[in-house]
């Protein structure tokens, strides 16, 4: 499964299960060279998941089987757990835990 399959799936259980859902997108600005147009430190996570009625936040960074986070991920997912943030590093061979967490309110 690709990284992007993978996101659509996420996303698409997210949505059914009342999350707001944003992703950034990168675009490409000429043949061969991507960007993601955001202003701040790299390696934001692909995901930020909201129920605001039952309080929840999520941040997943969202990565392929065997995938490898970016200097930039680690710091970002240890930064945001640092500070009491909900943060994930996830794989398709966690999709039941993803499934779970996505159907329940934070505990």
Same mark, same amino acid.
């Given at each position: 499964?690709?990284? %992007?399959? &993978?996101? =659509?799936? @996420?996303?698409?259980? +997210?949505?059914?299960? /009342? !999350?707001? @859902?944003?992703?950034? =997108?990168? %675009?490409?600005? =000429?043949?061969?060279? !991507?960007?993601?147009?955001?202003?701040?430190?790299? /390696?934001?996570?692909?995901?930020?998941?909201? =129920?605001?009625?039952?309080?929840?936040?999520? &941040? %997943?960074?969202?990565?392929? *089987?065997? /995938?490898?986070? $970016?200097?930039?991920? @680690?710091? !970002?997912?240890?930064?945001?757990? %640092?500070?009491?943030? *909900? +943060?994930?590093? !996830?794989?398709? $061979?966690?999709?039941?835990?993803?499934?779970?967490?996505? $159907?329940? $309110?934070?505990?």
């Amino acid at each position: 499964m690709t990284e %992007a399959e &993978f996101q =659509r799936q @996420v996303i698409e259980i +997210a949505r059914y299960r /009342g !999350w707001k @859902v944003t992703h950034f =997108r990168p %675009a490409q600005i =000429r043949p061969g060279k !991507w960007i993601t147009p955001i202003e701040g430190d790299a /390696g934001f996570p692909d995901l930020v998941l909201a =129920r605001p009625i039952l309080g929840d936040l999520i &941040f %997943a960074e969202l990565k392929k *089987e065997n /995938g490898r986070l $970016s200097a930039g991920q @680690v710091a !970002w997912t240890r930064t945001l757990i %640092a500070t009491g943030a *909900e +943060a994930y590093v !996830w794989f398709p $061979s966690d999709l039941p835990e993803i499934i779970n967490r996505l $159907s329940r $309110s934070k505990t």
